[in-house]
């Protein structure tokens, strides 16, 4: 193991109340599965069963990505042509409260509910909206928020579903300074009121609001070779949005890292100020640091350490409990992750040919396949993140996988009090 020192304090970790340490029995076992305490009751069959199903899963998502290979830096700039919002409204400094605008304009609004996504009036309708840049809790203001070098941005992606969303969002104001930093939302596709109407309730954070047009940008990006066809493909819409997204908030908006959020995964107590603890240390092309993951997920973990720390085993380098440890893996999960500039200018190279052009182009996939030999995801071995289980639009299936189970247990001792961000120091398995 090695440390990865934010300051040179020695700074160690919160002790543990005493009611959750006396589940460790002294023969090494755990005498009451520690999750059991939140209601899940954890057997070592269980555990078991619960690791070597992550694992295999783990192992078939690598597979996926081993025909993606790392192309060229490129050096120069890169170019989003007719972005929408505009360069020109972003430097200008323009806010609308969307508020008050929307109770104004609400027949207008739900009138759009009643259009395709391809619908020409609609595509029209978001690049308008967009040039207002809409706000959400403007008054929220402090000596971080208002200043993009003194905070990291949020990056909530959204497509129609109003559940889970309305639980990411309550979770979302639970996190830890969560007041100082921005939400930057992009709501995808058609039907989107009641996704507008869940958002105006939010009370805890600053957030803009923009809308993403698949149509207006593949035609942008694309020119003569854009096809009807392409707007069909799922890997084309979800990856697509990602690089609307992710370009906005690097080349409009100046951020160096992006920490990100999608409308099913929900945010634990730690979320932000996990991200802002570490970040720095995946900025420089040269370092073996790639991203930042906010869940472990990797053949590291997933094979060799879920069975001890759903079991709660002292023995176990890597449990829910510790907060301050770290597993480098891999592989990049791309769930709740935080992305650095860096990735997105490798991610540029090759995504139109695999998501639009090709079916092979997910974001996880390209970024996995896109690591150089050396590079590493850092992942946390107390989770920062959970997936809610859903069958909406885009949802999976509702079954209960690990990060369910130690959801509870995680946000627990996340809830105890913790070191600073700029002050911490975490131990990482290598």
Same mark, same amino acid.
């Not at 295999?56 to 790392?70: D, G, N, Q, R, T």
């Not at 058609?190 to 803009?208: A, S």
């Not at 069909?232 to 906005?248: F, R, S, V």
């Not at 890292?257 to 570490?278: G, Q």
């Given at each position: ?20 340490? %006396? ?8 005498? &009451? ?84 996504? &391809? ?33 990291? =941005? ?58 993403? %047009?698949?149509?207006? &940008? ?15 493909? @799922? @890997? ?23 920490? @990100? ?52 085993? =002292? ?43 090709? &079916?092979?182009?997910?974001?996880? @996939? ?22 809610? =289980? ?30 600073? =961000? ?9």
């Amino acid at each position: 193991m090695k440390w990865l020192a934010l300051s040179k304090e020695n700074v160690s970790t919160t002790e543990e109340p005493e009611t959750i340490k %006396s589940t460790i029995s002294s023969e090494g076992q755990s005498s &009451d599965s520690l999750f059991s305490i939140f209601g899940r009751e954890i057997t070592k069959e269980l555990a078991s069963s619960i690791q070597n199903d992550e694992c295999l899963k783990l192992k078939k998502a690598v597979e996926s990505s081993e025909h993606i290979k790392v192309q060229t830096i490129l050096d120069k700039d890169i170019f989003f042509p007719n972005f929408s919002p505009s360069v020109e409204s972003i430097r200008q400094g323009k806010e609308t409260d969307f508020d008050t605008f929307y109770y104004d304009n609400v027949d207008t609004f739900r009138k759009t509910n009643r259009w395709r996504t &391809d619908d020409e009036k609609l595509d029209q309708f978001r690049l308008q909206m967009n040039e207002k840049h809409f706000v959400i809790n403007g008054n929220i203001q402090n000596e971080y928020n208002k200043d993009n070098t003194k905070h990291l =941005p949020i990056w909530l992606r959204v497509y129609r579903r109003v559940m889970p969303l309305r639980t990411v969002l309550e979770k979302l104001c639970k996190v830890k300074d969560i007041e100082k930093t921005v939400v930057y939302v992009t709501i995808d596709g058609d039907k989107f009121v009641g996704i507008v109407e869940e958002l105006l309730k939010v009370k805890c954070v600053k957030m803009k609001v923009y809308f993403h %047009s698949l149509k207006h &940008d593949l035609k942008q990006l694309l020119g003569n070779e854009y096809k009807e066809e392409y707007l069909a493909k @799922t @890997t084309a819409k979800l990856t697509e949005h990602c690089i609307y997204g992710l370009y906005m908030l690097y080349y409009l908006y100046n951020y160096p890292y992006v920490i @990100t959020l999608e409308d099913d995964i929900a945010p634990l107590p730690d979320f932000y100020n996990y991200h802002l603890s570490i970040y720095s240390k995946t900025l420089q092309e040269e370092t073996s640091y790639y991203a930042v993951a906010s869940h472990a997920h990797g053949i590291n973990h997933n094979c060799n350490f879920i069975k001890g720390s759903l079991l709660d085993l =002292p023995n176990n380098s890597c449990r829910v409990r510790d907060v301050y440890q770290l597993i480098l893996e891999p592989y990049f999960a791309v769930w709740g992750s935080g992305i650095p500039k860096k990735i997105f200018k490798r991610l540029w190279q090759v995504w139109i040919d695999l998501s639009v052009k090709g &079916d092979k182009g997910y974001l996880g @996939t390209i970024l996995t396949g896109l690591r150089k030999p050396n590079e590493r995801t850092i992942s946390p071995c107390s989770n920062r993140i959970t997936r809610i =289980p859903n069958v909406g639009v885009n949802g999976e299936d509702l079954s209960i996988r690990y990060w369910n189970y130690v959801e509870q247990a995680a946000s627990f001792f996340q809830t105890l009090e913790l070191v600073r =961000p700029q002050e911490r120091k975490y131990k990482i398995i290598e």
